[in-house]
């Protein structure tokens, strides 16, 4: 197949994520693929780093929409003549290659991508945009029903494709020590992470309310933070440690390079967001570290979860449900290696970047045979 995969955002994101290992994961299985970003991007040195073939061809600024349509012309009728697929990831990106498409008479079938947060846009022009794909990929099932619902499409066009894991990659340890020693956490103390960007949306208040309950029933006790600066500073996350009374027994971590090392120091990985997780990243990693998962029910976690077999899924904010659940784990550690195992074997069999490509593959394909 070839294939053209558009992203452009000016950061590292989900759906800058989820482009890139798509791309790499079709491009491994003998598919021909090139990533158009913007030159300078996170999305354009993963991709590099990655050896994929990089085209910073278009602009993606407003003011240079009019020449970017005609760079799509360009590029299209020359080097990317014979693109089967364009799979765009961005709101911007789908509305310049409906454009180009149609003005220019181009050949390639487009395919929306959305795996962030936010709400489609209820307008008119938007409801046209989406109804001149040809195929929409999203990430879980809430989303897949907005657009169902604002588009009136058929609802084989919108398919739910659930992002992959690198298992080879997130895997289990047997000797922890090493890493806890790295991250300076006790070798052994029962250990509790959130790995998740300082945002109120991840829900930190919650997860700290939650560690007050659970370090008065179990003492030892280990919370970890760590994740890029949002709009939650490090020193409010001391405050919300402090006032929870775990401040002394909490390690607060910025963003680890090495995560799948961090992930194999925990007994129980964390979810308490109040909203996002539409492509939950960090779900699919604990569970393919073999660590079981707390996670709130929100984005696409109790679809990636399998609640009481692999973690448990709860309520969005209900800190004391969440400490029950990790309590109840910390305290029965043959209930926690089952819950682990079975994540593991889940990420294997179902989530896997393997299992990822082939249904993307496969969509794909689809779409090519479709008449529009």
Known sequence: MRVVEVINVPWWNASAEYCVTISDAMAKRGHNITVMCEEGTPSCKKAVECNLQVDTVLNFR????????????????????????????????????????????????????????????????????????NGI?????????????FTDLPENR?????????????????????????????????????????????????????????????????????GVNDTVSLDALRDMAASA???????????????EELINCLDIGIVSSTGSENHSRITLEYMACGVPVVGSDVGDVSELIENRKTGFVLKPGDFVALADAVIKLLKDRELREVFG????????????????????????????GWKR
């Open 62 to 133: 407003a003011s240079h929409f009019i020449g970017d349509l005609f760079n799509i012309k360009n590029a299209f009728r020359t080097v990317y003549n014979d693109a089967q697929i364009v799979n765009v990831h961005t709101a911007h990106a789908q509305t310049m290659f409906i454009a180009a498409r149609a003005l220019f008479n181009l050949r390639y079938k487009l395919i929306r991508t959305r795996v962030d947060s936010r709400k489609i846009k209820h307008y008119p022009f938007n409801k046209f945009s989406y109804r001149s794909v």
């Open 137 to 149: 990929i999203v990430a879980n099932i809430a989303d897949q029903c907005e657009v169902l619902s």
């Open 158 to 226: 919108v398919k739910i494709i659930h992002a992959g894991v690198d298992t080879g990659r997130f895997k289990q340890i047997g000797d922890k020590t090493g890493e806890r020693r790295r991250f300076n956490i006790p070798r052994d103390a029962l250990v509790v992470g959130n790995i998740a960007r300082r945002s109120p949306v991840k829900g930190y208040d919650v997860f700290f309310k939650s560690a007050h309950i659970i370090q008065s029933e179990i003492e030892n006790t280990f919370f970890v933070t760590a």
């Open 245 to 259: 009374g775990v401040l002394e027994r909490t390690v607060f971590l910025d963003y680890v390079d090495n995560v």
């Open 341 to 368: 195992y079975s994540a593991r074997k889940l990420a294997e069999q179902k989530f896997s970047i393997n299992s990822f490509a082939e249904s993307t593959e496969l969509f794909y394909s689809e779409v090519i």
